[in-house]
Nanobody, 119 residues
Framework: QVQLVESGGGLVQAGGSLRLSCAAS????????MAWYRQAPGKQRELVAS???????NYADSVKGRFTISRDNTKNTLYLQMNSLKPEDTAVYYC?????????????WGQGTQVTVSS
C-alpha cells in the first residue's frame, strides 16, 4: 500500500523558514506528479506548488519568490522550502502525489503537517 508521510512543520516567527518533506513509501510504477496543498481553518484547500513528472514547477502567486518545490526521485521524497514566512501562510500543508500503480494512475494524499507562523 502506498503511503505519503509529511514532516517538517512547526511554529516559526514571521520572516523565518521551514522545510517540509513528504516521503512516499510502498510499491508504485512511477511518479507522474507531486504537489503541496494547504488548508487554513474555515478555508478551502488550495494548491501551493507542484512539480510534474518531467520536473516542471509552478507556484501559487501568493508564494512565488518565497517557496521552492523540489524532489529527490532516488528517495521518493518531495520537499517544500519555505522562506520569508508570513502569518497568512499558517495552515495544514498536505502532500499530494499522482502515482502509476500497475500502469493505472492513482492520487494519494498525506495526512498533513501543521505550519504556524506567528507575528
Amino acid at each position: 500500500q502506498v503511503q505519503l508521510v509529511e514532516s517538517g512543520g512547526g511554529l516559526v516567527q514571521a520572516g523565518g523558514s521551514l522545510r517540509l518533506s513528504c516521503a512516499a513509501s510502498g510499491r508504485f510504477f512511477s511518479i507522474n506528479g507531486m504537489a503541496w496543498y494547504r488548508q487554513a481553518p474555515g478555508k478551502q484547500r488550495e494548491l501551493v506548488a507542484s512539480i510534474s513528472g518531467g520536473g516542471s514547477t509552478n507556484y501559487a502567486d501568493s508564494v512565488k519568490g518565497r517557496f521552492t518545490i523540489s524532489r529527490d526521485n532516488t528517495k521518493n521524497t518531495l520537499y517544500l522550502q519555505m522562506n520569508s514566512l508570513k502569518p497568512e501562510d499558517t495552515a495544514v500543508y498536505y502532500c499530494n502525489a499522482r502515482l502509476a500503480v500497475v500502469k493505472i494512475e492513482y492520487t494519494y494524499w498525506g495526512q498533513g503537517t501543521q505550519v504556524t507562523v506567528s507575528s
